[in-house]
């Protein structure tokens, strides 16, 4: 007899492959010859199953919505457009469906000269490509979110409010932010986060070998007709933005990063990036340390096997973090409709002892 997750899985397989012959695309609304409307949405139903995940011992599965969002964007004239995205993340996820629904980017966008723009809004803060990435486009099931660490209480899931310059001078481009931060705020111990209220700076500058990269977000896969090679240096910077047992402590966020996509004869692909972290926000802060990740994959038409691995070293002893994610893709219609899985073997605290744990997940994504 075949369990719960196993019919789940048959399920989304015949899903996949009912709905792979379905052609979609964003709706479209043209208001004039410089304006239009589009309207969007993203899910990403997903399955986990979680070695030693239930409470007698056994694996553990859970059913959820990773994502479940409406995009909103469009041009006003030609110069001027805009930008809201909502979510309602990890609906469902444990039985908790008592999770909030809120705005995650909205932001308004001029193009002040050609190929510059002036964003402000709610804003995903430039410190590497990685994070930069769209959840519609990216490569492998998730983010590395164990490695993107801003200080605490900033922004809303990555996010800050703030004005953003971005462009390109030649191959080389380039995005700078001032954002919120953390607070002006006494907390109730009685330390004073950031006493002189001043702002939180964010920039990064990459070199596109080849073609250039204009995306507003990046992506993790492009289904490549032609090479994409960049480079990246990235800094997010705030003082007196972290209090810890020690006293106050500046925020301090350093990245270099590297992407590839190389398409290849018979519509093969090969992908590659990597991004290197440190962060520095107090010696006896876990958070602070330095991280790195690489994620590689070989697409044959439709199929993608891939591989990831990401390590975080901490300042405060028996906090490091290993991971290694096998996975495997089926593009049924690129990111418009796509299936893909991963199983994350990590370790967390002293890595000489630590236990691993073994998560699987399957999502399932439609963005229409």
């Known amino acids: 007899m075949r369990t719960a997750p196993a019919r789940m899985l048959s399920l989304m397989a015949a899903l996949a ?16 010859e410089e304006s239009y409307l589009n309207v969007a949405i993203l899910l990403q139903p997903q399955l986990q199953l979680v070695d030693k995940g239930a409470p007698s011992g056994g694996v553990g599965s859970d059913i959820f919505l990773r994502r479940a969002r409406l995009l909103v964007f469009g041009n006003i004239t030609q110069r001027l457009s805009f930008f809201v995205e909502t979510d309602q993340p990890n609906y469902g996820k444990g039985g908790n469906f008592d999770v909030a629904f809120f705005i995650q980017d909205a932001f308004i966008s001029y193009e002040v000269a050609s190929k510059v723009w002036i964003d402000v809004g709610m804003l995903l803060p430039p410190l590497t490509r990685h994070v930069l990435q769209g959840a519609v486009s990216l490569q492998a099931v998730d983010y590395h979110l164990d490695l993107v660490r801003w200080a605490p209480g900033v922004g809303k899931v990555w996010r800050d409010l703030g004005v953003q310059v971005r462009g390109f001078a030649g191959p080389l481009g380039f995005r700078a932010a001032i954002m919120s931060g953390a607070h002006g705020t006494t907390r109730p111990d009685g330390a004073v986060v950031n006493p002189d209220d001043l702002p939180r700076a964010t920039a990064m500058v990459r070199w596109n070998f080849f073609t250039r990269e204009e995306d507003l977000f990046f992506q993790g896969i492009y289904f490549a007709s032609e090479p994409r090679l960049s480079v990246g240096l990235g800094a997010d ?13 500046d925020s301090l966020g350093m990245a270099a990063d590297v992407f590839l996509d190389v398409p290849l004869p018979d519509d093969q692909e090969l992908v590659f990036n990597a991004t290197l972290f ?3 926000q107090g010696l006896d802060n876990p958070r602070s340390g330095t991280g790195v990740y690489a994620e590689t994959g070989w697409r044959f038409g439709k199929l993608q096997p891939l591989i990831s691995g990401e390590y975080f070293r901490a300042r405060v002893d028996h906090q490091d973090q290993l991971a290694l994610r096998p996975g495997f893709n089926i593009w049924f219609q690129k990111h418009t409709f796509n299936l893909r899985t991963e199983v994350a073997v990590a ?6 002892q630590a236990r691993a744990s073994v998560t699987g997940t399957s999502q399932l994504q439609l963005f229409y």
């Open 17 to 32: 492959v009912l709905l792979s012959a379905t052609p979609s695309s964003a709706f479209k609304i043209p208001l004039s």
């Open 237 to 249: 910077y705030q003082p007196d933005a972290v209090a810890t047992a020690s006293g106050l402590h």
């Open 278 to 280: 440190h962060y520095r």
């Open 347 to 352: 370790w967390t605290g002293d890595l000489s």
